[in-house]
């Protein structure tokens, strides 16, 4: 065989090829599955009226169980009866109340689950010990004739305490030598908190135990230890409505005899003053005092409410940030405090972390959460969070809360692509022509295999990243050899189909090797069709186990 043209129709040929297969009528992939979930956005209710910034928890799966509320809204509640503290003192001596004399605790970090998880865990590992800066609370209750009591609590700086001596060794120690108080205790959320106060600030871990749940107030039976700021377990059983300041006003107002009223019929109704479905931060009276606000009661007559504005509602994609802000046209505030709520039930630790919480400009982050708390069917693309801003006046007893809502987007469509399209056999054999002018196949040339490559459209800031890259890699993978599609679209299987083709001249043996590479890659699409929800399968068992578990999960379609 004359060798003189063997690479003559390489060019050629290899430009016919990749026009051929890039004709090749495989739809696709754009996995529109993978954001298969209703678009519809939760609604919220009325929400936390307190100043708790809470972060993210450690893992992006674990739900705001009522054994976290609790511990929250415990929290929450100090904060307002410290504000009550401040406005009470500044009431009493005149002198104005700046932004930092208002207490702010963040919570982070929290875990709930058995005591058994902690059980032989040293107590210093998750409760801080009562040394260096640490806080002292003191609480106060006013009552005016046979009214109810009011509560406020100063908040300070203690930065003489000592470590004291070392006590049980474990978790079940303490639970077994320190008396009846933390027996009997079956569950457990441990956190870690940043207070802040005057300028200084301290982060520090704390643990809640749990032990059942009240049939009185339908709530956690719970015991909170510690050691920084002390005085959480009175917190914690304390129903007084907030002292409202100037006092002696205050008690002559229709207000009081509205707050007043509102405990008396739940007493007498046998209603919980903190109901287990409140706000976090809620405090018994708030219903009465949000009353008055709307209908501009306030106790200091003549005293107008003051306009207050807030951003209007955003919806941002999971991983992304916002921003709001409140303007006040009328007058300058003395204190603001930026909180959230979401509907009673979400999952996957709903959180919003502000930058700014006690500025009249704050920017948050986006954190999907969700609503209702299912995998499967897959919940709804977004969770919406009711954002507040507390927003307090010097001439005015109750601060005025202004709301608006955040709705974060976890849904991404396509979430990711990885295009069977792009799979083919590459390159061109070489071809020559024998003495006797019949051209031949004479070798394999620059024949070769190109699979699919993975494209995730998630941005790396979402925490759904990694579960839709693990996703598209599976995809990927199932194109190595030994895999799903291992054998399709070889070089050396197209070769052994052409290697005895001929013809009687160069374009006649190139129009036959176009005819067979289309029939060769029309077989191995139809065999990557037909496996197409077993490639599914594999990716989703794969990316359906990391978390978060709700959203582009396979929930048996494939």
């Known amino acids: 065989m004359n060798g003189r043209n063997g690479k003559v129709a390489l060019a050629f040929l290899a430009a016919l090829l990749v026009g051929l297969v890039s004709a090749v009528g495989y739809p696709q992939r754009q996995d529109p599955d993978k954001g298969a979930a209703a678009s519809a956005q939760s609604k919220s209710p009325a929400g936390d009226v307190s100043r708790q910034k809470e972060g993210k928890p450690a893992s992006s799966d674990i739900i705001m169980s009522p054994e976290e509320k609790q511990v929250r809204d415990t929290y929450a509640r100090l904060m307002r009866y410290q504000s009550a503290a401040v406005e009470y003192d500044a009431a009493t001596t005149g002198i104005p109340t700046k932004p930092d004399d208002y207490v702010v605790f963040e919570l982070r970090d929290l875990h709930s689950g058995p005591v058994d998880e902690i059980s032989d865990r040293p107590v210093g590992d998750i409760v801080t010990s009562r040394a260096g800066d640490v806080t002292t609370v003191t609480p106060h209750h006013l009552v005016y004739g046979l009214g109810p009591r009011h509560a406020y609590y100063n908040v300070g700086w203690d ?112 209603r919980p003053l903190i109901p287990p479905d409140a706000p976090i931060g809620y405090l018994p009276g708030d219903d009465a005092i949000l009353l008055a606000a709307r209908k501009q009661i306030t106790p200091e007559a003549g005293c107008p409410i003051p306009t207050v504005n807030i951003s209007a509602a955003q919806t941002i994609m999971d991983g992304s940030t916002s921003s709001f802000s409140v303007s006040t046209p009328d007058a300058t505030p003395s204190a603001y ?42 919940t709804n693309c977004a969770g919406t969070y009711t954002i507040y801003c507390s927003v307090s006046f010097s001439f005015l007893s109750n601060p005025i809360l202004v709301s608006t809502t955040l709705a974060i987007n976890g849904c991404w469509f396509p979430a990711g692509i990885t295009d069977p399209n792009e799979a083919r056999v590459t390159g061109a054999p070489t071809i020559g022509v024998d003495a006797q002018g019949i051209w031949h196949v004479t070798g394999m040339g620059t024949l070769g295999r190109q699979i699919p490559h993975k494209q995730v459209l998630v941005p790396a800031t979402s925490q759904f990243f990694q579960k839709a890259d693990a996703h598209e890699q599976a995809h990927v993978d199932n194109w190595g050899s030994g895999q799903l599609f291992g054998n399709t679209h070889q070089p050396a299987d197209f070769y052994a189909r052409i290697k005895d083709f001929t013809g009687t001249s160069e374009d006649d043996l190139v129009s036959k090797l176009i005819a067979d590479l289309k029939a060769y890659t029309d077989l191995q699409d139809a065999f990557v069709a037909a496996n197409h929800n077993r490639d599914e399968q594999i990716a989703y068992a794969v990316s359906d186990a990391i978390a978060p578990r709700y959203l582009y999960q396979n929930c048996g379609r494939y």
């Open 159 to 270: 930065g003489t305490a000592q470590p004291g001596a070392s006590g049980p060794r474990s978790v079940a120690e303490t639970l077994t030598d320190t008396g009846a108080k933390y027996r009997g205790a079956t569950q457990y959320t441990s956190y870690e908190v940043t207070v802040r106060l005057s300028g200084r600030q301290r982060t520090y871990r704390a643990v809640a135990l749990h032990r059942g749940t009240s049939q009185l107030s339908g709530k956690p039976n719970t015991m909170i230890l510690d050691n920084v700021t002390p005085e959480m377990n009175t917190v914690l059983a304390d129903e007084s409505p907030r002292v409202i300041s100037p006092w002696d006003k205050y008690i002559k107002s229709d207000l009081y005899l509205a707050v007043a009223k509102a405990i008396r019929e739940a007493g007498k109704s046998g």
């Open 337 to 378: 405090s930026w909180s959230f709520t979401v509907p009673s039930g979400g999952g996957n630790g709903p959180s919003v972390d502000f930058t700014a919480p006690g500025s009249a400009n704050t920017g948050t982050d986006g954190h999907w959460f969700a609503y209702p708390d299912q995998e499967c069917p897959n």
